[in-house]
Structures are given as C-alpha cells and as structure tokens.
C-alpha cells in the first residue's frame, strides 16, 4: 500500500509537470498566433503602400514624358496670378503680385513649340552647377502712400489733468498753454482738473501751434492778521 501511494504521488507531480507544459505551451500559441495576425496586417498595409507607389510611380512616367505647349504654361501662370489679383483687390489686400519670373529646367521640341519638364532625378544626375526649377515673385504695394496735411485736429482735452492734456497734445503734434481759473467750494469740477479750451474740440490747427486750455484753481484764502 505504501508503494502504491508513492507511485500515484509521483504520477500526480508528473501530470501537474506535463499540466504546466501545456498552459505554456497554450500561452506561446496565443501569443505567435496574435503576432501572426499583426504580421498579416503588415503585409496587407505594405501591399497597399506598394500597388500606391507603383500607380503614382506610372504617373510620374507618364508626366514626364508629356510634353506641355510653352504657350499653355505661359497662359495658365497669367491666369492663375490674375486670379490672384482679382482675390486681393476684393480683400482689399494693400499689394498685388507683380513679375512673376520662372526658371523651368527641360527639352524642348524641334519646332520649339513644346516643352518636356526635366524631373527632379534628371537634375541630381547632371554636375552639381545645375540649379533646381524655381520661381520669384514680385509684391508691389497697390495703395500710394498719402500725403500728411500740415494740419491737425484738436482734440476734447476737457476733464483732464495738466498732465494728460500735455501728452495728448503732444501726441498729435499741439503745445499746451495753461491757465489757471480759481473756483468756488460749490463748484463740481474738481481741483486741477481742465474746464475750458480754446480752440474748440474738432478744429484744425498748423501742427506745432498752442492750444490754450483753462484748469481748475482752489479760491485763494484770505490771512487773518494777527
């Protein structure tokens, strides 16, 4: 009995063993079988990506071996920097595109009607003095810039202090002449504050020219004699 009990112990390690060796073994299917998944998936993308790039590849072929009008590619730039214009005049945009200059890299036809563009291969294969195609464009200013008056208008410096009146007058070309007014206790404009200017708010003046402006004074008090 005892051997016997012995014997079915270590059948039972052994399947426990074998039980571990297959959960692991379950767990690497699992995993390669996801991997398998995501490998598909690649597969599938990069087919795409291929037939993508063979289709643009057969474009590009194509492109560059059509020859276009030289005339064509004059008229369809016009067209487009017109277009352009139209845009920015009904922006009211202060500029508009001026001489458009184009350096085009290619062959051209016997009858020097048609042009071949050269492709960006083409020219990486010539000497390194060989510039790529570019294109500069003029921007001219469509507003003229006006002339300045010599005159300004004055401003309202009512209700201010000496202070603020002279930076207002200084900022739009005027001098500050300052009087004092004294006012009585009942009076509702404060002490240093601007009552009255002369001229007049609105009117126009040489620049550089004075403005007068009345300030607010305290009622001089009478001294008691002793």
């Not at 004059?74 to 067209?79: L, Y």
């Not at 002490?191 to 009622?219: D, W, Y």
């Amino acid at each position: 009995m005892i051997r016997f009990k012995a014997k079915e112990t270590e059948l039972q390690l052994a399947i426990s063993h074998k039980d571990r060796q297959l959960d692991a073994r379950r767990v690497e299917l699992t995993s390669a079988t996801k991997r398998i998944t995501e490998l598909q998936k690649d597969l599938l993308l990069t087919k795409a990506s291929e037939t993508r790039l063979k289709n643009e590849n057969q474009q590009f072929v194509s492109e560059a071996s059509r020859k276009v009008a030289i005339q064509d590619i004059a008229a369809n730039i016009g067209t487009e920097v017109d277009a352009a214009n139209k845009k920015l005049r009904k922006e009211n945009r202060p500029y508009r595109f001026g001489r458009i200059e184009i350096d085009l890299k290619g062959t051209v036809s016997p009858d020097g009607q048609k042009m071949a563009l050269a492709n960006r291969v083409d020219l990486e294969k010539l000497h390194s003095g060989v510039s790529l195609p570019s294109v500069s464009m003029e921007i001219l200013p469509t507003r003229t810039p006006s002339v300045e008056s010599t005159n300004v208008k004055v401003p309202d410096v009512t209700g201010l202090t000496e202070t603020a009146v002279r930076r207002l007058l200084q900022a739009v070309g005027l001098r500050l002449v300052p009087v004092s007014k004294s006012i009585g206790d009942n009076s509702r404009v404060p002490i240093g504050q601007s009552m009255q200017q002369t001229p007049q708010e609105g009117s126009e003046l040489p620049r550089n020219n004075t403005v007068l402006v009345v300030f607010a004074a305290p009622e001089p008090r009478e001294e008691n004699d002793s």
